[in-house]
C-alpha cells in the first residue's frame, strides 16, 4: 500500500458542548473512564477519573465553547440515576493541517478543537456497575450518511463494570484511544486509519463498527439533567450506510487491529462510531465507544496505485490488469512487473495492459505510478493462474412427483473442487439451496425451473453455471425418430430417450422388451408405443415402423449441361441409402441421395438405391456440351465524345452485347461503341448444340477524361506591355497565330502586342485527345489606367454591373462604392468583378455614388482614381 494512503484522511472530530443555546459545531466526542483506587474515606466505594472528550469546529465562537460541562451517572442493574456531576474545562487544544504532503493537490484545511472535561467520582461498589452519559445538541449540518442530517444532537457515554463482570476484586479502566495525527482523506483514494486503542489493564481488544446515538435537540442544546439509557435512540442511517457500514461496503475496520482501510465514499462528512470490546481470560469485560466525524475532503487529489490484494484466472493464461484508484490527471506513467521469476521482459508500461502468464502457479505483481519521480506510486498484488476450471451438472428425473436428483459434473486441473452452492430456482419456496455436491430437491410445482450451481476449487476459482430443467406431471420421452422404413428381412433396433424403466408393445416380434433400446423385426408396418415409469409417474409415446419387401428406385431424368458446370442429381424412390458411381467427377460425398455432379464429357451415373440388406439400382446419362466461343476482342482507349470500334469473333447463332448502351448496334458482332465514361462491355453468345447457357466474354473501353481547356479571361493591356499567358488543359499545347508569342508550343507564352488581337489555343494529349479556346486581347496606346464608366442601369440587358476597366493593371487593390450618407455599399479586390446596385439584399435608390479604386500596373507604379457614378433605374 502506498505511502500516500497514510496522508490521506480527514479529520476526526468530535462534538462538543457549547455556548448556553442552540448551535451546530460538534463534530465528536467520548467519555472515558480511570480507575484510580478504592475511596480513602468512604469505605466500599472506588474512585474513578470521569473524562469527556470533545472534537468541536473550527468556527466555533467563544461562548460555545464551555468551560463546565454535566455528566448524568445511571445504575447499570434498573437504569435508575445516581447523580449528575459537573466536569471542569481541563485541556482546550487547536489542531490544525494546511500544509500536507506536496504530492497532494487541491488540499482542503483540516482544523479542530480538541477539549476535555475531567471529574473525579466516587461511588460504591455495585455489581452492575454504571452508566456515564453526556448529550449536547447539536453535531454539524448535512453529514452524509444520517436522516435526518439538519439539527442532530449526540450522545457520548461509557460503562463503569460492576463486580458481575471484574469480581470482587477486580479493576477496570477503559481503553484509551489517545489523540490520533490530524489526516486528509481524498474522495475516491484508498486509505488507511489507525484507529486503535491501549488497554491500561492488558485485556485483548476487539473493534467494530456500531450505531451512534441522538442527543439534545434544537430547544435543549445544554442537557443538564441528561437522561436515562432507556431513552437513548440510535441514529437513522441513509441508505446505503448504516452503524455497521458507515463509510459504504468498500471501507472495513480490522477487528484485531483497529485499521480502517478502504476506498473512500464521495465528498463530504460521515458519522462513525467505533466500538471497542475488551476480553479478560477469553471473557468479555466491557465495550467502548468513540464517536466521530471524518470528513472525506472532494477537491484533493494525488497520484495514486491501487489494485485489488489479490487475482485469479481460471480459464485460461491471460489476464487484463488496470490500476482501480480514481482516475486522476497527476499520474504520468505506468510501470507493471507482472512477478515472472527469472524474466526481464515480464513488464509493460500501458495503463491497461493485458499479459500472458507462462505458467501456473502464484506471482507477486507491482504496479508503480510516476515511476522514479518525487509524486510516485505502487501497489502489489497476488496473481493465481490455475486454468482448466469448467463448472457442469446433469439433472435426473422431471416428474413433479418425485425428487429430481442434479449430479455435479464440474472438471478442475489444479486443486480439488471444493464447494458447491445450489439454488433450484423455485419461486414458491425460500428452501430451495443446497450445499451438497450431489443433492435431490422435490418441487411445488410444473414449469421452467432456472438452476444455477455456483462452485469453486481449492485453488480459489469460482464459476457458476445455470440450465434450465422443466418440470411436468409426466416425465418426457423422445424419438431419434418417429417414422421409418425397413425392409422385411431386416431387424431395426429402436430407440427411446427418458429417465425411469420403459416397456414396449406390442412385443411380438421383438427383442428385449423391457428396455429403452429393443431390437424388432416386423414383417408388415407396425405402431410401437413406449411406456416409461419414473417411480410411479407414467408416460407414453409411439413410432412408426414401415415394412416394404423391396426398393422402389427411379435414378432421375438424363439432362444436358455446359462443360464445367454442375448439376444435382435428384433421383426418387423410398430408398434410405445411396452409392454413386463413378466418383471420379462427383463433388463431395458419393454416398447421399443428391450429389452434385461435374463431369467433362458424357458421363453415365449408377446410383444403388438400399432400405437394409434390401437394394435397387438405376443409370442416369448427364451430356457435357461446351459453351459458345465468345471473343469480345482487345481492350481499346478513346478520347472523349469518341468512337471505337469493337470487333469480336464468335460460333453461334445469336448475340447479345450488354449494357446495350451508347452502341450503334448491341445484337451484331462489330457495332460502334461511343460510351462518355470507362466501360465494359460483355458478348453474349448463344448456339444451338445443346449448352443451354451463353458464352461470355468481355472487353473493357477506356474513356479519357474530358480535356477543359482554358485560354484565360478576355483581357486588356497597354501597348508595349508584355502579357504573359496562362492556358490550362492537357499536358501539350498550340498557340496560333503566333504573331507576338515569344513561343507557341507552351502553357504560358509572353505575349507582346501594339494591336488588338485574339489567339485560339489548342491542347492535346499524346493519344492525340485535344480541345481548344480562345482568347480575345484588347491593345489601348494610352498609359497603364483604370477606367471606371459614369452611370450604369441595374436589371438592364447591358451596362449593368458598375466595374472597373482596367488597362496595364496588374492587380486591383480594391474599388469601393459609397452612398450619398457615406456609408460602404460595395468592396472588391477582384479585376472583373462590379456592383449591381443592391445593398443587404436591397435594391439602393438612383442618384449619384462615390467610387474609389487603386491598382498596381504591370511596372509596379500605384494607380488611384476616385469619382462620381449615377445609378439610373
Known amino acids: 500500500m502506498s505511502r500516500f494512503v497514510k496522508i490521506l484522511c480527514l479529520l476526526l472530530a468530535l462534538i462538543m458542548l457549547s455556548f448556553k443555546g442552540f448551535c451546530k459545531h460538534i463534530k465528536g466526542g467520548e467519555i472515558h473512564y480511570t480507575y484510580l483506587g478504592p475511596s480513602p474515606t468512604q469505605p466500599g466505594y472506588d474512585r474513578y477519573e470521569l473524562r469527556l472528550r470533545l472534537f468541536i469546529s473550527c468556527q466555533s465562537t467563544t461562548g460555545q465553547l464551555e468551560t463546565s460541562v454535566i455528566m448524568g451517572i445511571y445504575r447499570s442493574s434498573d437504569g435508575s440515576h445516581f447523580d449528575n456531576v459537573e466536569a471542569a474545562l481541563s485541556k482546550s ?93 481524498c474522495q475516491g483514494k484508498r486509505f488507511r486509519l489507525d484507529y486503535s486503542a491501549v488497554d491500561a489493564d492488558g485485556d485483548s481488544l476487539s473493534y467494530e463498527f456500531a450505531p451512534g446515538y441522538y442527543g439534545g435537540g434544537q430547544n435543549n442544546a445544554i442537557v443538564t439533567n441528561p437522561p436515562p439509557p432507556s431513552s437513548w435512540v440510535e441514529l437513522g442511517y441513509a441508505s446505503p450506510f448504516n452503524g455497521l457500514n458507515p463509510l459504504g461496503k468498500t471501507v472495513t475496520i480490522d477487528r484485531r487491529t483497529g485499521l480502517i482501510s478502504g476506498v473512500a465514499p464521495a465528498g463530504g462528512d460521515y458519522v462513525v462510531c467505533v466500538l471497542v470490546k475488551e476480553y479478560r481470560a477469553g471473557l468479555f469485560v466491557s465495550a467502548h465507544r468513540k464517536d466521530f466525524i471524518i470528513t472525506i475532503d472532494d477537491k484533493c487529489d494525488f497520484p495514486s496505485a491501487d489494485l485489488a490484494p489479490n487475482y485469479i484466472t481460471c480459464n485460461g493464461f491471460d489476464f487484463s490488469f488496470h490500476n482501480v484508484a480514481a482516475t486522476t490527471p497527476l499520474v504520468h506513467n505506468y510501470y507493471w512487473d507482472f512477478g515472472v521469476p527469472g524474466s526481464t521482459t515480464d513488464t509493460s508500461t500501458v495503463a491497461k495492459p493485458t499479459f500472458t502468464f507462462p505458467d501456473t502457479g502464484v506471482y507477486t505483481v507491482r504496479f508503480y505510478v510516476n515511476k522514479d519521480e518525487p509524486c510516485s506510486d505502487s501497489a502489489s498484488t497476488q496473481m493465481s493462474v490455475f486454468p482448466g476450471f469448467f463448472p457442469g451438472f446433469a439433472s435426473l428425473g422431471s416428474c413433479i412427483l418425485n425428487p429430481v436428483l442434479f449430479k455435479d459434473s464440474t472438471k478442475t486441473k489444479y486443486g480439488k473442487v471444493s464447494s458447491w452452492s445450489w439454488n433450484f430456482g423455485d419461486n414458491n419456496s425460500n428452501g430451495d439451496s443446497s450445499l451438497l455436491q450431489n443433492p435431490s430437491y422435490k418441487y411445488s410445482d410444473t414449469g421452467a425451473k432456472t438452476v444455477t450451481l455456483v462452485v469453486s476449487n481449492s485453488k480459489g476459482c469460482l464459476d457458476s453455471i445455470s440450465q434450465i430443467v422443466n418440470i411436468t406431471d409426466k416425465p418426457p420421452i423422445s424419438f431419434p425418430f418417429r417414422d421409418t422404413l425397413i425392409c422385411s428381412i431386416d431387424t431395426l433396433q429402436l430407440h427411446a430417450v427418458g429417465y425411469g424403466n420403459f416397456t414396449w408393445t406390442p412385443s411380438g416380434n421383438m427383442i428385449n422388451p423391457n428396455t429403452a433400446d429393443p431390437s424388432v423385426y416386423p414383417k408388415t408396418t407396425t405402431y410401437y408405443t413406449a411406456t416409461l415409469d419414473q417411480s ?67 458421363t453415365t451415373y449408377t446410383v444403388i438405391g438400399s432400405i437394409g440388406n434390401c437394394s435397387a439400382t438405376g443409370s442416369v446419362n448427364i451430356k457435357a ?164 464608366p459614369n452611370a450604369f442601369t441595374p436589371n438592364n440587358n447591358s451596362n449593368n454591373i458598375f466595374r472597373p476597366i482596367p488597362v496595364g493593371i496588374s492587380k486591383i487593390e480594391y474599388f469601393r462604392v459609397y452612398n450619398r450618407n457615406g456609408a460602404l455599399v460595395y468592396s472588391t479586390s477582384q479585376i472583373g468583378s462590379g456592383w449591381d446596385g443592391d445593398y443587404d439584399g436591397k435594391p439602393q435608390p438612383v442618384g449619384g455614388y462615390v467610387w474609389m479604386v487603386q491598382g498596381t500596373d504591370y511596372t509596379g507604379k500605384i494607380v488611384s482614381k476616385k469619382g462620381v457614378a449615377v445609378l439610373i433605374r
Open 625 to 788: 456440351v461446351p459453351y459458345p466461343l465468345s471473343n469480345a476482342g482487345s481492350d481499346a482507349t478513346i478520347c472523349w465524345m469518341d468512337t471505337a470500334q469493337l470487333n469480336a469473333t464468335a460460333t453461334g447463332v445469336r448475340y447479345t452485347w450488354l449494357p446495350p448502351t451508347y452502341l450503334s448496334n448491341p445484337k451484331i458482332l462489330n457495332p460502334l461503341a461511343y460510351p462518355v465514361t470507362t466501360t465494359i462491355y460483355q458478348l453474349l453468345v448463344y448456339d444451338t448444340l445443346g449448352c443451354p447457357k451463353p458464352g461470355i466474354s468481355k472487353v473493357v473501353i477506356t474513356v479519357n477524361p474530358q480535356i477543359i481547356a482554358f485560354a484565360g479571361n478576355d483581357t486588356s493591356i497597354v501597348i508595349g506591355q508584355p502579357l504573359q499567358l496562362h492556358g490550362s488543359g492537357a499536358p501539350s499545347f498550340l498557340w496560333y497565330p503566333n504573331f507576338g508569342l515569344d513561343r507557341n508550343d507552351i502553357s504560358d507564352p509572353m505575349a507582346t502586342l501594339s494591336q488588338n488581337q485574339t489567339y485560339v489555343m489548342k491542347t492535346f494529349t499524346e493519344e492525340g485527345c485535344f480541345a481548344y479556346d480562345t482568347i480575345h486581347i484588347k491593345v489601348f496606346t494610352t498609359a497603364p489606367d483604370i477606367f471606371v
Open 93 to 185: 487544544q487547536l489542531i490544525s493541517l494546511t500544509s500536507p504532503s506536496p504530492c497532494i493537490v487541491h488540499p482542503t484545511a483540516v482544523c479542530y478543537w480538541i477539549r476535555e472535561f475531567t471529574v473525579i467520582e466516587e461511588l460504591p461498589r455495585d455489581p452492575e456497575g454504571y452508566m456515564v452519559i453526556f448529550q449536547r445538541c447539536c453535531r454539524i449540518d448535512g453529514i452524509e450518511n444520517i436522516i435526518p442530517n439538519v439539527n442532530v444532537g449526540a450522545s457520548y457515554f461509557c460503562q463503569i463494570q460492576g463486580t458481575n463482570s471484574i469480581g470482587v476484586t477486580g479493576v477496570n479502566s477503559n481503553p484509551d484511544f489517545g489523540i490520533k495525527d490530524t489526516v486528509l482523506i
Open 536 to 602: 410411479g409417474c407414467v408416460n407414453s409415446d409411439s413410432l412408426r415402423v414401415r415394412v416394404v419387401d423391396r426398393v422402389t428406385l427411379f435414378p432421375g431424368n438424363d439432362s444436358t449441361i455446359c462443360a464445367g458446370d454442375t448439376i444435382l442429381l435428384n433421383p426418387s424412390g423410398d430408398a434410405l441409402y445411396f452409392k454413386w458411381s463413378p466418383s471420379g467427377s462427383i463433388a463431395g460425398d458419393a454416398n447421399i441421395k443428391n450429389p452434385s455432379v461435374s463431369p467433362a464429357t458424357n
